[in-house]
């Protein structure tokens, strides 16, 4: 059977291309700046950004510019064939727009167009997603804090950071952001929060499902979370044994049947409620 051409296009899909074509959107002019005797110029996104809001933006970090961020961060030097390097990339390049998308409107300059968009910058939104996309990454916005954050696709984490606490909702969601690969301290906090959050879901196991909440638990009591088990009385074997990467690994694991212990409890209220419903239905009739 004749593949059509979107089919074509989609398996001619090539990541370290489009990174580029990326790259190029970012840097060609796509923001209107309205002069007050003229009808306007279009200048690059970086431009518009440095001029307008840069100075005030919270993610700024004592960086005096953008080429200053840029240099700190490396994004002018990342190479198209390691993924964590693009992916620092985008992540830089999703907080422009989303500075433009969030700011912009309320400075001296515009973005254009039927939705106040020009065509190149609608491109550059497009290209950035799509790549993302590709790439099994997703953005995380943080509106207070006024930052994007790129983690890898996990619904599960989505799904219980919709249902947390704002503190532990960023926390669930950056545990599987690059920065924190290999930093044992940082995720082994953001699974003691989960813990703490949900100590009364820990505490009550469905039924059913007795031995994956005894399992979290246990893993919780033994790997240095809850208790200090590399010494004094709670001192364990498995806690001293265990190389940084074996217990990076566990922690990995803890926080994935974390996440599957409070969607447990969250779908059973779900369908819990569902049943009352239809019985309600049903005596109605």
Not at 215 to 234: Q, V
Request: with cysteine; net charge negative.
């Amino acid at each position: 059977m004749r593949k059509n051409i979107f089919e074509i296009l989609e398996e001619k899909y090539d990541i370290q291309e489009e990174f580029e074509v990326v790259r190029q959107l970012f840097i060609q002019p796509c923001i209107v700046y309205y002069h007050s005797f003229d009808k306007g110029q279009l200048v690059p996104l970086e431009q518009a950004i440095e001029i307008s809001c840069f100075y005030s933006w919270k993610q700024r970090n004592g960086c005096v510019s953008l080429a200053n961020m840029k240099d700190k961060l490396g994004v002018d030097a990342v190479s198209t064939s390691n993924i964590e390097d693009m992916i620092v990339c985008l992540e830089y390049y999703s907080n422009i727009v989303y500075l433009a998308n969030l700011k912009i409107y309320f400075s001296d300059f515009h973005i254009a167009n039927s939705n106040q968009k020009t065509p190149q910058f609608i491109m550059l939104e497009d290209n950035i997603e799509l790549l993302l996309n590709h790439l099994n990454y997703e953005k995380h916005i943080f509106s207070e804090e006024e930052k994007v954050v790129l983690t890898p696709k996990n619904p599960a984490a989505t799904a219980v950071a919709e249902i947390s606490s704002e503190d532990t909702a960023m926390s669930i969601l950056m545990y599987n952001h690059s920065s924190l690969k290999g930093q044992l301290a940082e995720k082994k906090d953001i699974i003691r929060r989960i813990a703490q959050e949900y100590e009364p879901v820990l505490d009550k196991p469905i039924e059913g499902y007795t031995e994956y909440f005894k399992t979290a638990n246990n893993m919780l009591n033994n790997l240095d979370i809850r208790h200090n088990n590399k010494a004094g009385k709670k001192k364990n074997e498995l806690a001293t044994n265990l190389n940084n990467a074996e217990l990076e690994n566990w922690y990995d694991e803890l926080y994935q049947l974390l996440l599957f212990c409070v969607l447990i409890k969250d779908n059973m209220e779900r369908k819990d409620k569902m049943a009352e419903f239809l019985k309600g239905l049903k005596e109605k009739k």
